[in-house]
């Protein structure tokens, strides 16, 4: 094969599967399938080359020239300019639709004599193709579109900016190494015998615009195609070397080299090395679910578990789920989990599995704990047998020990934020199977997953206290407004039950005054004993217990309470209530905690000034698109 011949392979091959991944990754966008089909008339001119090289009578390489021209090369000036009328966004078609009439003008004069008169023998290699009357005009015609096309790119690039002046950059890098080079390819054919070399250039501009689609988005490609365009260079670096070893061993062998076998053989090999690498996953799983059923169903549940963790907020739920995820997924006998108090510097058992009466599960390890010291340095799953073997001074023979007391044979460090949230100590095997490393790189990744999703359960938890503490505070607070009330209420009945048992004496034998102070003691002590039920109440920690209530009546109880509040700062109370309110469906408690706070914050923001609060109630009007 010569260099000719090789680089029309290297062009189709190269062209033709980076048009086609382009296509792949955005069928839908009108470049991506304009890109293919430029792509495509490209690769047909490689091929052709590659058919021109190899080809052995002037007939047959005159039909090659005809039709890799017809085909290819008259198609790649029009389909590039298409392209970059729709990448700078043009909206006058006129010169497009022009530009493809005279291409279909062209394509059946590539068939005559007057575009190609013949062939001649070149380079003594191959024959190389000589001009017709019409082909000088083709030719102009052929290098006006190229540069027309790069002056149109070259327009949108001055009033571009940003990410676009990149694209537009690595555009003309990639179009005029692969036009500069394949126009030499005409010098021949006028006459000047310079060996078409830059054929070869054709073969960069796929490379110049894959790194312009990874780095710059260009075609709107997403950067994971970095890994498949790898694998398309990989295979065409393996592939040309051994379509050069496969020649020579023909010639050495048998004394004759046959070309279309060896492309055959060659594109069979690549058929068979991606079908390899797209088999290689899909044949490894049905393996494992075939003959390691149980290890691969355990990988599947530690897999899931890691990415459902992070949604368990309840720290208690969280704990007991890991252990129990463990414990079946694994089939461990023993599982304890220790997670860290901040408060107390310790770290404590909060769930187990299966500890029997020779391990030992210790209520708390302070932080300063050998193990504890040596798994936040370690930052890794520990092996205790493997540390035996590797243990080479005294500093780790305690852990060896509290790890052997405690019957771990694994212990997995929870780690976050490069703090040690906890630990999980793992025993022996039901199975009695050994932890492998890819136990311990599930392991791994379980425990990455585990100390995020813990470290969150246990903020989620101090989130709740601290809410628990402030709603307790507002209530201490209300209950302190209450007790001021109360005290101001309960003083008149107190002063007529007073007075009615300092009369009582003296006048035991009036029958009004006995009737008349009888009725109004009962009075009071029934307003009394609303008062101390009010209180206890509100004090008392119930369930939200929904029923039909007068709101005005709970907003009256509320003013009641804070008078005298409002009074030791000079705020007047004035309260306008509607009357025709009908009975909500709400919660007595929790409403007049709300108009407690309400009231009180209120008072309060006016300070020693005084002022006046107007609490009003009234039917809210709802619109009908609300």
């Known amino acids: 094969m010569n260099p000719f011949a090789l680089s029309g392979l290297l062009t189709g091959i190269t062209s033709l599967s980076f048009g086609y991944f382009v296509y792949l990754k955005g069928r839908t966008q009108p470049l991506n399938r304009l890109w293919f089909v430029f792509t495509a008339s490209v690769a047909v001119w490689g091929l052709g080359g590659l058919w021109i090289g190899l080809a052995r009578t002037e007939t047959e390489a005159l039909w090659a020239w005809r039709l890799a021209f017809a085909c290819g090369v008259l198609w790649i000036p029009i389909l590039f300019y298409h392209f970059v009328h729709v990448f700078c966004e043009r909206s006058e078609k006129r010169f497009l639709y022009l530009s ?25 290699s191959f024959y190389y193709s000589q001009p017709g009357h019409l082909f000088p005009l083709f030719f102009l015609w052929w290098v006006g579109m190229v540069f027309f096309s790069h002056y149109e790119l070259l327009k949108t690039h001055h009033r571009s900016s940003g990410l676009k002046q990149n694209q537009i950059k690595y555009f003309f890098l990639a179009t005029g190494i692969g036009y500069s080079g394949g126009s030499l390819d005409y010098l021949p054919i006028f006459g000047f015998d310079l060996y078409p070399y830059g054929n070869f250039a054709i073969v960069l501009y796929p490379i110049i615009m894959t790194y312009a689609i990874v780095k710059y988005r260009l075609m709107d490609i997403i950067v994971a195609m970095e890994k498949g365009l790898t694998y398309l260079m990989l295979l065409i670096m393996f592939l040309a070397p051994s379509y050069v070893i496969l020649l020579m061993a023909q010639e050495a062998y048998f004394g004759t080299v046959s070309h279309p076998f060896s492309i055959l053989l060659v594109l069979l090999i690549a058929l068979l090395l991606i079908g ?10 049905a393996i494992a679910r075939t003959l390691f ?24 739920t969280l704990t007991e789920e890991i252990v129990r995820t463990l414990v079946t997924g694994m ?37 300063n704990d050998d193990l504890v010291d040596f798994l ?12 035996k073997h590797s243990a080479q001074n005294d500093a780790i023979r305690p852990v060896i020990g509290r790890l052997q007391s405690m019957g771990a044979e694994v212990c997995i460090p929870f780690i976050n934020k490069n703090c ?11 199975d009695h199977y050994l932890y492998t490393d890819q136990d311990l790189s599930l392991l791994t990744t379980l425990a990455q997953a585990a100390a995020i999703a813990l470290d969150n359960a246990a903020l989620y938890e101090e989130l709740k206290h601290s809410r628990s503490l402030v709603q307790r505070t507002d209530r201490l607070r209300s209950l302190e407004t209450i007790a001021g009330g109360f005290a101001h209420e309960v003083r008149n009945p107190l002063t007529s039950i007073k007075t009615f048992i300092q009369l009582t004496p003296e006048r035991k034998d009036d029958p009004e005054f006995i009737g008349h102070f009888s009725t109004v003691v009962a009075e009071d002590v029934a307003r009394i004993e609303r008062l101390i039920q009010e209180i206890l109440d509100y004090a008392r920690y119930m369930e939200p217990k929904f029923q039909e209530d007068d709101i005005n009546v709970i907003v009256e109880s509320c003013l009641y309470f804070v008078r005298i509040k409002a009074d030791s700062k ?49 039917r809210l009007s709802k619109a009908p698109e609300d």
């Open 420 to 430: 040690l949230v906890g630990f999980c100590n793992l025993g022996a095997r039901t």
């Open 570 to 618: 000079e705020v007047r109370l004035k309260k306008d209530l509607a009357a025709d309110l009908p009975s909500v469906l709400l919660d007595r408690q929790q409403i007049k905690q709300v108009l407690l706070n309400l009231f009180i914050n209120a008072i309060e923001a006016m300070g020693d000034r005084g002022g006046e609060l107007i609490v009003r109630t009234h």
């Open 100 to 124: 493809y009439a005279i291409g279909v003008i062209f394509f059946p004069v590539i068939f005559t004599e007057w575009f190609f008169s013949g062939t001649r023998l070149a380079f003594s």
């Open 276 to 285: 390899t690498g797209r088999l290689k996953a899909e044949t490894q799983n």
């Open 331 to 367: 089939n461990i006998k023993t599982v304890t989990l220790y997670l860290v108090d901040k408060e107390k510097a310790v770290y404590i058992p909060t769930s187990s599995y299966g500890a029997g009466s020779g391990e030992k599960i210790y209520s708390r390890l302070n932080a």
């Open 376 to 387: 936040a340095k370690c930052r890794a799953p520990i092996v205790v047998e493997e540390l």
């Open 293 to 316: 059923r149980r290890r691969y169903d355990m990988s599947e549940t530690l897999s899931k578990f890691s990415k459902a963790m992070v949604t368990i907020l309840d720290l208690k």
